[in-house]
């Protein structure tokens, strides 16, 4: 019986080693340890560090829903809008020996009353805010232009009818040069069509574009906040007839002789930490001559029952006159607490075609209100009242109705940021 069991027991042993060996002929791989997502805390929140690489990703996205309404007097024009836009992008970061490189896109979708497929804010084919690449002190690409200072708030961005530019985005090549203490300066090309106003009937046409904008700018930013000065060039060159002319067959030489418009504008942004944290005053003021873009003059706008028209020169024989203009803007940003957002802003603008007697003067103000309930989501109202002033209406020579205007808009928002 004893020679039974150990005979039974040895077989096992040797089963036991044998199923052993063969597990370790097999090589059998270990499993590997999972690789968890890491952050990139040195650029904010958001940003995780792509696998396999020592580049950092951020992952944007935006919904937004908008209900706009006004005292349009056109009857042909909707008096409320409806908006929704969906926005995408991302933010993309690498650390080199010759500083960081960055490349960033942001765009969206969006719909409203329009109803229609369009390559424009009221339809719904993809729109690009921002595309651009920095690489040090380099930025290419579609970016906010380095003349406006971006310190106001309002949900009805440029609609302000002068004071504030209507260039929100512009295609530009730029340096920027740090040079320590909170002091920097910036050069920069950009495109010169998305600047020309030419919306008057018989005013300068432009031809093509020969020459970018040149925009230099010089900041200083310190605990207390941030001031700003910049200057721009602008070529106004005429094109063979004038706008909303119908050229003659023999009319291929320019109606006015090629011309120079420059802006100049500064500013200064004034933390308020003894009120709450968060809230500030800022103050902005513009000249242009030439280059009413710049003071925030679009080629027409309308208010109340009237339709401004502008155009940054006129034709006087084969002489080009260039328009002035001058804005001032400010506002007052303070958090009641800090989740509720309070904002009034006032711009005064006035542009001068041909002298004091065609003159027009608008001014603007709103007041906003917002709440923060969590982080990245907020519900707000702004309201508005433009009026504008103008001896004759436009350019024209004849006024058309009233000389003073009124108009009033207001906005009511949903934001969520992700």
């Not at 909707?78 to 970061?93: E, L, V």
């Not at 339809?123 to 232009?145: D, H, K, N, S, W």
């Not at 968060?278 to 029952?305: C, D, K, M, P, R």
């Not at 020169?313 to 002035?324: E, F, I, N, Y």
Request: net charge positive; proline share 4%; glycine share 14%.
């Amino acid at each position: 019986m004893k020679l039974v069991k150990s005979l039974l027991l040895g077989s096992a042993a040797g089963l036991v080693a044998v199923a052993g060996a063969s597990a370790a002929d097999l090589g059998v791989k270990k499993p590997t340890a999972v690789e968890y997502v890491k952050t990139c805390p040195q650029y904010g929140a958001g940003f995780f560090v792509v696998p396999g690489t020592t580049s950092c990703l951020k992952i944007i996205g935006r919904v937004r829903a908008d209900y706009i309404f006004n005292n349009d007097n056109q009857r042909g024009n909707d008096k409320n809008t409806f908006r929704a836009r969906g926005y995408f992008g991302y933010d993309h970061r690498t650390a080199t020996e010759y500083g960081l490189l960055r490349t960033y896109i942001r765009g969206y979708i969006g719909r409203d009353n329009a109803g229609a497929a369009a390559s424009t804010p009221n339809g719904y084919a993809p729109v690009i805010e921002y595309a651009f690449i920095q690489f040090g002190g380099l930025t290419v690409g579609r970016i906010t232009p380095v003349f406006e200072h971006g310190w106001a708030n309002l949900y009805n961005g440029s609609g302000t009818f002068g004071g504030f530019s209507d260039i929100a985005y512009v295609n530009s090549v730029g340096y920027t040069y740090q040079f320590g203490g909170g002091f920097s300066a910036t050069i920069a090309l950009d495109s010169a069509n998305e600047r020309r106003v030419a919306g008057v009937t018989g005013s300068v046409g432009y031809a093509g574009q020969a020459m970018p904008d040149i925009v230099g700018r010089l900041d200083y930013t310190g605990s207390w906040g941030q001031a700003f000065i910049a200057g721009a060039v602008h070529q106004v060159r005429p094109s063979s007839t004038a706008v909303g002319i119908t050229p003659a067959a023999a009319a291929i030489r320019p109606i006015g002789n090629t011309e120079y418009g420059w802006a100049i504008t500064g500013g200064a942004k004034i933390n308020l930490p003894f009120i709450t944290q968060g809230s500030n005053f800022w103050v902005n003021g513009t000249y242009t001559e030439g280059a009413l873009s710049y003071a925030g003059f679009s080629g027409s706008a309308q208010i109340g029952s009237r339709t401004y028209t502008f155009s940054d020169a006129l034709a006087v024989g084969t002489s080009t006159r260039l328009t002035t203009a001058w804005s001032v803007s400010g506002g007052l940003e303070v958090f009641a607490t800090p989740r509720i957002r309070l904002g009034v802003y006032g711009t005064y603008a006035s542009v001068d075609p041909f002298g004091a007697a065609n003159t027009t003067d608008t001014y603007s103000v709103w007041g906003q209100a917002a709440w923060l309930p969590v982080s990245g989501f907020q519900i707000g109202g702004e309201f508005g009242w433009i009026q504008a002033r103008t001896d004759v209406n436009g350019f024209t020579a004849a006024p058309v109705g009233s000389r003073t205007q009124d108009s009033y808009v207001g906005r009511v928002r949903f934001q969520r940021d992700f």
